[in-house]
């Protein structure tokens, strides 16, 4: 099997974390263990010595923005743009943002406000990663949206709220997605009552939650991307 580094853009909010550890260990859940090969946690500047180090690299969600001004924010980049073709990338939400910004596409905080609870996306079901797939209910939860698909990609999937919403790159071995595979809805059950106050509808966020969900599948996804295409 092949395996896979993590790299930790950001971490839950300290209060959850006791409970729900940080997004590393909910990849290391999702995925198996045995599917983490490293952790670097990039905003403070860890990485591997080469991009060759590692087979391939999944970006994490963050709640900082891929347009924000932060020191580590353009060295992430330059990471990526360095790992194009080298290694496998795959991005989710923060990381999806910033592996579009990477590529010539843009993000923006979107007007929409807050996406969070268990949303529904179309799939492309063409793509070979997704298994013929046609829609999932997957966990979600941003403000900042891709709005400008990157040169050299292919729209895999999204929905009403988030157009663009999962991508597949056409020049490189590069998959990313705007949703959560990793959260447990508890999870984001926890965060929705955290910024309560943010969102217009924390009770319909709450009930989505308690629907069948298909993270599971999606990890089934990510396990076989890095393993066989």
Same mark, same amino acid.
């Given at each position: 099997?092949?395996?896979? +580094?993590i790299l930790? &853009?950001g971490?839950?909010?300290r209060?959850?974390?006791?409970?729900?550890g940080?997004?590393?260990?909910?990849?290391?859940d999702?995925? #198996? /263990?045995?599917?983490i090969?490293?952790?670097?946690?990039?905003?403070? !500047?860890?990485?591997?010595?080469?991009?060759e180090?590692?087979a %391939?690299?999944l970006?994490?969600?963050?709640?900082?923005?891929a347009?924000?001004?932060?020191?580590w924010?353009?060295?992430l980049?330059?990471?990526? =743009? +360095?790992a194009?073709?080298?290694a496998?990338?795959?991005?989710?939400?923060?990381?999806?943002?910033i592996?579009?910004e990477?590529? #010539? #596409?843009?993000? *923006?905080?979107?007007?929409?406000?807050?996406g969070?609870g268990?949303?529904?996306?179309? =799939?492309?079901? #063409?793509?070979?990663? &997704?298994?013929g797939? $046609?829609?999932? %209910?997957?966990?979600?939860?941003h403000?900042?949206?891709?709005?400008?698909?990157?040169?050299?990609s292919?729209l895999?999937?999204?929905?009403?709220?988030?157009?663009?919403g999962?991508?597949?790159y056409?020049?490189q071995? /590069?998959?990313?997605?705007?949703f959560?595979?990793?959260?447990d809805p /508890?999870? *984001? !059950? +926890?965060?929705i009552?955290l910024? !309560?106050?943010e969102?217009p509808d924390?009770? +319909?966020a709450?009930?989505?939650?308690?629907?069948?969900?298909d $993270?599971?599948?999606?990890?089934?996804?990510? $396990?076989?991307?890095?393993?066989q295409?």
């Amino acid at each position: 099997m092949t395996r896979l +580094a993590i790299l930790e &853009t950001g971490f839950p909010p300290r209060e959850l974390q006791p409970r729900f550890g940080t997004y590393a260990r909910m990849f290391a859940d999702l995925l #198996g /263990a045995e599917a983490i090969e490293a952790v670097y946690d990039v905003t403070h !500047g860890a990485y591997p010595e080469r991009v060759e180090d590692h087979a %391939a690299y999944l970006i994490t969600g963050s709640s900082a923005g891929a347009y924000d001004d932060l020191p580590w924010i353009e060295p992430l980049k330059r990471f990526l =743009v +360095a790992a194009k073709g080298k290694a496998k990338l795959i991005g989710i939400c923060f990381g999806h943002q910033i592996m579009a910004e990477a590529f #010539g #596409g843009r993000v *923006v905080k979107s007007d929409k406000g807050w996406g969070i609870g268990l949303q529904d996306y179309a =799939v492309n079901g #063409g793509t070979p990663w &997704t298994e013929g797939t $046609r829609r999932i %209910a997957v966990p979600v939860c941003h403000q900042d949206q891709v709005t400008e698909q990157p040169p050299n990609s292919t729209l895999v999937g999204g929905n009403d709220f988030c157009p663009i919403g999962m991508l597949t790159y056409d020049d490189q071995p /590069a998959i990313s997605v705007q949703f959560h595979p990793e959260f447990d809805p /508890a999870f *984001v !059950g +926890a965060l929705i009552d955290l910024i !309560g106050e943010e969102i217009p509808d924390p009770d +319909a966020a709450h009930a989505s939650l308690r629907q069948p969900n298909d $993270r599971r599948d999606v990890g089934r996804w990510i $396990r076989r991307y890095v393993d066989q295409l």
